[in-house]
């Protein structure tokens, strides 16, 4: 019992499983900035403008909702099918600079997900991850507080990190993220 103290420390927050874009690189005194970085800094750099356009798009939607909920629902109907249309072009000419759809289990102070490279514990990542809700790109750091294989045998490897240098507007972005998405789950329970 005393060894799980430790582990439930480290889970203090509120998580859930997700399914995100995301990758991750090893990030070493030396290491030095690639051709696929470059590129997916770039399409990251493209998901981030139309996340904050987005947000500022919510406030003016708010206060058309206030007079006309027919207009209100119209124009989001539109954004949507925007956002649609922008993540199958962005996704389908970036996708692997950007990283493949992952799942992973996401906290405010860290996530765990699998990968075929085993990591040493206290490893220093660099990961980039894309949020679905907002479409919130998050470039995070962490270091590797778990390590340890699924099955026994060579293959898949359950990564557990946890953030460092974490700004409060990256974890409030997380958190939001994961009440959004429970709220779905309790909606839909609801509705079953």
């Known amino acids: 019992m005393s060894e799980d103290k430790p582990f439930l420390e480290r889970r203090q927050y509120y998580r859930i499983d997700d399914s995100v874009i995301f990758n991750y690189r090893v990030l070493q005194e030396d290491n030095l900035v690639t051709e ?37 629902s119209y124009l989001k109907s539109l954004d949507n099918k925007i956002e649609l249309l922008a993540e199958m072009n962005l ?11 992952q799942k992973i289990n996401l906290g405010a102070g860290g996530l765990c997900f699998c990968s075929d490279e085993k990591l040493k514990e206290g490893t220093l990542l660099a990961v980039d991850m894309i949020l679905s809700t907002d479409l919130s790109c998050l470039h995070l750091t962490g270091h590797v507080i778990e390590a340890f294989n699924n099955n026994g045998s060579e293959g898949q490897y359950n990564i ?17 993220h994961i009440m959004h998405l429970q709220s779905e789950q309790l909606r839909s329970k609801r509705e079953d």
Do not use: P, W, Y
């Not at 139309?50 to 207009?71: C, H, K, P």
């Open 36 to 72: 696929q970085d470059k590129k997916a800094s770039a399409a990251f750099e493209m998901i981030e403008l139309f996340g904050q356009m987005n947000q500022q798009m919510r406030v003016t939607l708010g206060r058309i909702g206030e007079r006309s909920a027919d207009i209100a």
């Open 91 to 101: 996704f389908k000419e970036n996708q692997s600079a950007l990283g493949l759809r």
């Open 160 to 176: 557990s990190i946890e953030f460092s240098d974490i700004s409060d507007i990256e974890e409030d972005n997380i958190v939001k």
